[in-house]
């Protein structure tokens, strides 16, 4: 099966600017994640969908952040406007039902300066 | 406390010895953990599962699991340079078992 698929794989932005990630999940699976990692960090989720109705959102900047999952596939992750300390990887997973663990996209690597 | 905490090593491991990662989890994660392997510049991949007590082994690697003590550990037996990596512990919160909260991540070196 194609696996997580997420684009772009690097970006980089001036700080205050705006910034799109695009996620596609493995056909199926109803469940999809953004995760942020810091370099030297473990991943922190940031926002969970079922479908495309939010489950947790509880740790997402929402002043700046914001995300969507239209017709339950795809999701985009849009940060607005960006900081210097949002510099990170976006990881999206994707799982059926998310407690047998889930798999994640190749990532996009965000460098704001 | 955080709900998954690791040593962030390095560990360093001779060629052929076993490693032995560890990890501690809090009150507010419940018995679902995951192992997660994470080459420099990769995204993280999930290597081992364990949702009971004891062990549970998949070819060189084995999940330990101890509920009493709030533990889980990963041994790799007859390490590989190619076993070099970040390695994620990973649990789900009692509160959503969908959800799965990261350790920090230790990581492995294996020297020939």
């Known amino acids: 099966e194609a696996g997580v698929a997420q684009s772009p794989r690097y970006k980089i932005i001036e700080k205050r600017q705006s910034v799109a990630f695009w996620c596609n999940p493995i056909s199926g699976h109803a469940t999809l994640y953004w995760y942020q990692q810091i370099l030297g960090q473990g991943p922190k989720l940031l926002i969970q969908?079922?479908?495309?109705?939010?489950?947790?959102d509880s740790q997402l900047p929402k002043d700046r952040f914001s995300a969507e999952r239209l017709k339950g596939v795809d999701s985009t992750l849009k940060i607005q406007p960006a900081k210097l300390e949002d510099s990170a990887v976006y990881l999206c997973a994707s799982s059926n039902t998310g407690i047998y663990g889930y798999t994640f996209g190749s990532g996009t690597r965000l460098t704001v300066v | 406390q955080k709900e998954v905490e690791q040593n962030s090593g390095p560990l360093s491991v001779p060629e052929g010895a076993i490693a032995s990662l560890n990890c501690t989890y809090s009150?507010?994660?419940?018995?679902?953990f995951f192992w997660y392997r994470q080459y420099s510049g990769k995204s993280p991949e999930l290597i081992m599962s364990?949702?009971?007590?004891g062990d549970k082994e998949d070819g060189r690697f084995t999940a330990q699991l101890n509920k009493a003590s709030q533990y889980v550990s990963l041994l790799i037996r007859d390490s590989q340079p190619s076993d070099s990596a970040t390695y994620l512990c990973?649990?789900?919160?009692?509160?959503?078992?969908?959800?799965?909260?990261f350790g920090s991540g230790t990581r492995l070196s294996i020297r020939p």
């Open positions: 969908f079922q479908n495309n109705g939010v489950v947790d």
């Open positions: 364990i949702y009971s007590n």
């Open positions: 990973a649990g789900a919160m009692r509160s959503s078992a969908s959800k799965i909260i």
């Open positions: 009150d507010r994660v419940s018995q679902s």
